[in-house]
């Protein structure tokens, strides 16, 4: 089944300019500039306050011409956050106010910033900065990457401890304003307790189709893989051309690991809000022991004691993705004796991301052509989705 993108979810644009002589939406003491944004069902409209001068993004829903009727599940949507949200997060996009006119429902928020890191203006080259469009630049660095994270699952988690779920967690529906990210469209916002429908973008929507806290938790780990990788999240979980970056740097590292979880499969294995995720998130590092040893497996879950066991206890998936890393890198990865291929047939090489896995234990070896086997042993994949050895190349 196909899910439509819904409002302002759909493409976006740097700024379309308007024909004189076209009509332009009326909206009380505003006079609306040009078009910084369009979707399925909405418009946003950069517009400037006829009385302080002060600039403004407007979002326009047609009150009438379709059948799904959009501004009817907006005001819904906008009462949800009103009656649930009493106050105000630094991480959430402000609503200063909803109103109607015969044609349109309209609610007035901030400007992004410009795409360059200054204010908005209303120069005709003002591209608001939205992460979509910050991701056409490529991969966060690392700083920027955990700040981003961070502060996308702070206004989400927000939102989850208020009894409500986003349902269209995406890099379009992130944003800066005052250099501060924020999370965006509200339109498909519901009850966390409420028998949610399949709507928003189908990207970003788990396999199983719950929509929940767990889908935003889905989401939101798909949003922060882009941010990794710079990839699509089609291309979840490989780790493309940054995969070495990755894998040598522990901030991003800790970053991948949450990601994995985040987009497991099945709901029961991911956190079950963005509350969680946004702890392990800032939790500290675990100290690793002074102790050398020739011979390493680090395995690394980021799992509560409390949620390793209930995970146990659960019935598990029966394929997983594993991400496999050596150091040195390079090395082939032989699982019960039978070497791990591409779907092409190209052995994967360390680092990288092994598809569809039989879960379960199995025995792993990993082969370097310049230091040999290292011989794993025997490893749970149903709860291990990443496996690192290391050669020690101390003399």
Request: glycine share 8%; charged share 25%.
């Amino acid at each position: 089944m196909s899910v439509p993108d819904l409002g302002s979810r759909g493409r976006q644009t740097a700024g379309e300019p308007v024909s004189a002589d076209a009509p332009r939406p009326e909206v009380p003491d505003l006079e609306l500039l040009r078009r910084i944004g369009q979707g399925g069902f909405g418009e946003v409209w950069l517009a400037v306050n006829r009385a302080t001068g002060r600039l403004r993004a407007v979002k326009l829903i047609p009150l009438r011409g379709h059948r799904a009727d959009p501004a009817g599940r907006e005001i819904v949507s906008l009462g949800h956050l009103e009656a649930q949200l009493g106050t105000r997060h630094e991480n959430l996009l402000d609503i200063h106010h909803v109103g109607k006119t015969a044609d349109y429902l309209f609610y007035i928020m901030d400007p992004a910033d410009d795409l360059s890191g200054g204010p908005a203006t209303a120069e005709p080259d003002y591209r608001p900065a939205t992460l979509l469009r910050r991701l056409e630049q490529g991969p966060l660095p690392t700083g920027e990457c955990r700040e981003t994270a961070r502060q996308l699952l702070s206004g989400l988690a927000h939102l989850h401890a208020a009894g409500m779920i986003h349902r269209d967690v995406k890099p379009a529906n992130c944003l800066w304003v005052g250099r501060q990210l924020k999370l965006a469209d509200f339109g498909l916002l519901t009850a966390a307790n409420s028998q949610a429908s399949r709507l928003g973008t189908a990207k970003y929507m788990p396999p199983d189709g719950r929509m929940d806290s767990r889908a935003d938790v889905y989401a939101a780990g798909l949003v922060l893989y882009e941010l990794l990788t710079g990839l699509p999240a089609e291309a979840f979980p490989r780790l493309g051309t940054r995969a070495r970056e990755i894998t040598a740097d522990p901030e991003l590292a800790r970053l991948n690991r949450l990601v994995l979880r985040a987009c497991q499969p099945a709901a029961e294995n991911r956190f079950r809000d963005a509350g969680e995720m946004l702890a392990v998130l800032e939790a500290p590092p675990p100290r690793l022991p002074r102790r050398r040893f020739l011979l390493t497996v680090a395995i690394a879950c980021l799992l509560s004691l409390a949620a390793a066991v209930a995970l146990y206890m659960r019935p598990q998936p029966p394929h997983v993705d594993v991400n496999f890393i050596s150091e040195p890198f390079e090395a082939t990865i032989y699982l019960d004796g039978v070497q791990l291929t591409e779907p092409d047939g190209t052995p994967y090489t360390t680092p990288c991301t092994a598809r569809d896995l039989p879960g379960g234990r199995h025995h792993l070896l990993f082969r370097h052509p310049e230091h040999g086997d290292y011989d794993a042993g025997r490893i749970d994949l149903t709860h291990t989705r990443e496996i690192t050895v290391r050669w020690d190349r101390s003399p």
